[in-house]
């Protein structure tokens, strides 16, 4: 559910343009309302905290008197202070809500509305918002290594530039993308620095929601201590602080019942070093001390469900997911997954899902177009997954077979979420980012197939976009 608590903007409407009673005269005449958050919509049932604030009031503040009425009523504490809890109504329609203020000799009020509209379902990528003015995150993809190279449609771009925000905007909407699980490494580092004062600033984010992926590999490693990830908790409380501080409360950031959701990749890692449940514990603290009921989803499933251990964690968390479909699907040894291999790897994280329901925990299924790291892990030689079923298939039939397996697995009571990984994580050529328009080829620059592997790559301009776009359609 949207969260639009105590995020505050101001809209100042003075005096001379409310609907106050010309026959009064305030004591200063430039004495105004706002109201605030300001708000044009929301969804069914949410609650949101309403403030109103009198400027420039010269008198005794402690005479004004207040009173609020709105239209769909549900107004659930402090109809008569300058603070009020109203919850939206079961049913989509638009509600008047007005506040009168008084002091005994003159009044006013302010009106307006807000539209609320059903919850819509969920449908997310992972974005990665690192390709910063640094030679776009190092330079070093598979499709820049193609002959002729397969470019980003928008180039090599700075993802702090307004323009390429919107275009993301723009093409996540077009395919029903509403939901940005948003790659963050720390305070201050690059991803927090253009989360927060270029993606979650910018005008037109409109009604897309965003989520951070704690990256776990970064945050809970101390190499002073040794080269072993996952060997220590010293950040999380601070990360935990800061992320209510500057993310939380923002009007787009996701919520489940409320809940401000953090993505955690790769607990079911965390769970073999021993250090998942002190994490976890730490984070609903510090949460809980701040006025936040966090709902936590991990990176957890991966192959068949067999460790036990790895199974009976799952109660630790509120839902969980597959990151790596990539290598949970059989990707590393074999370069064309097949239809049997997708109706697979599906009936394993059917059997995920059953488990994860029996310990509490929601199930998100995932879906990935392909894989090919080796333009920057060469040296770990990765076998590459084609984007395609089988060598005589279309381009985008793994993609468009994953999104049918996945939809089957969704969870009405989380919005039917499923997550796509990726956007925009060039590195490992699993992005659905629209690429310039290029005829197949298995050429690259070694002139040996040393990044293809012989596999074919095409410039494929907005396929998967469409592929998203058909299959919400499809299931609708």
């Given at each position: 559910m949207k969260n639009i608590f105590?995020?505050?903007?101001?809209?100042?409407?003075?005096?001379?343009i409310s609907s106050c009673d010309d026959d009064t005269t305030p004591p200063n005449d430039e004495v105004s309302l706002s109201v605030?958050?300001?708000?044009?919509?929301t969804t069914v049932g949410s609650e949101i905290i309403f403030t109103c604030n009198v400027h420039n009031y010269d008198g005794d503040r402690s005479l004004l008197t207040y009173n609020w009425t709105s239209s769909c009523e549900n107004i659930i504490d402090g109809w008569d202070t300058h603070t009020i809890t109203w919850q939206a109504p079961d049913e989509p329609g638009n509600c008047d809500i007005k506040v009168a203020v008084s002091d005994g000799e003159f009044s006013v009020e302010y009106s307006f509305s807000v539209l609320v509209e059903e919850e819509k379902d969920l449908v997310g990528v992972y974005y990665y918002p690192w390709h910063g003015d640094n030679n776009f995150h190092g330079g070093k993809y598979l499709r820049e290594f193609l002959v002729p190279a397969q470019l980003p449609v928008l180039g090599e771009y700075n993802d702090r530039d307004a323009r390429v925000i919107e275009q993301h905007f723009e093409w996540s909407e077009y395919a029903g993308i509403n939901l940005w699980v948003c790659s963050w490494w720390g305070p201050n580092r690059t991803e927090d620095i253009t989360l927060r004062n270029h993606v979650m600033t910018n005008p037109k984010i409109n009604d897309l929601n965003f989520a951070l992926f704690y990256e776990s590999t970064s945050r809970l490693t101390n190499r002073n201590i040794s080269d072993d990830r996952w060997n220590t908790t010293e950040n999380v409380a601070s990360d935990i602080q800061y992320m209510a501080t500057f993310y939380w409360n923002h009007p787009n950031y996701l919520k489940i019942d409320g809940r401000p959701v953090l993505f955690i990749y790769l607990t079911r890692a965390m769970h073999t070093r021993g250090i998942l449940e002190e994490t976890v514990n730490i984070m609903r603290e510090q949460a809980e001390m701040l006025g936040h009921d966090i709902y936590i989803v991990g990176d957890h499933a991966f192959g068949r469900a067999t460790n036990q251990g790895l199974i009976e964690a799952m109660a630790l968390l509120d839902a969980v997911t597959n990151y790596d479909v990539y290598g949970s699907s059989g990707g590393r040894n074999v370069l064309y997954a097949t239809q049997a291999g997708v109706d697979n790897y599906y009936g394993n994280m059917a059997e995920w899902k059953t488990l994860a329901e029996e310990r509490g925990a929601k199930f998100i299924p995932a879906v990935s177009p392909g894989y090919?790291?080796?333009g920057v892990?060469?040296?770990?030689?990765?076998?590459?997954?084609?984007?395609?079923?089988?060598?005589?298939?279309?381009?985008g039939s793994l993609f468009k077979a994953n999104l049918e397996g996945a939809l089957k697995l969704t969870d009405p009571d989380i919005r039917n979420l499923?997550?796509?990984?990726?956007?925009?994580?060039?590195?490992e050529d699993t992005n659905i980012e629209p690429v310039v328009v290029a005829p197949p080829t298995s050429q690259d620059i070694s002139g040996e197939g040393v990044y293809t592997y012989g596999l074919e790559y095409e410039g494929y301009g907005m396929r998967y976009l469409d592929l998203v776009r058909e299959a919400i359609e499809k299931k609708k």
């Open positions: 105590l995020y505050f903007f101001t809209l100042v409407l003075f005096i001379g605030a958050p300001v708000i044009e919509k090919n790291d080796r892990r060469l040296e770990a030689d990765h076998q590459p997954l084609s984007r395609k079923l089988s060598e005589n298939d279309e381009f499923f997550m796509i990984n990726s956007w925009n994580e060039w590195h």
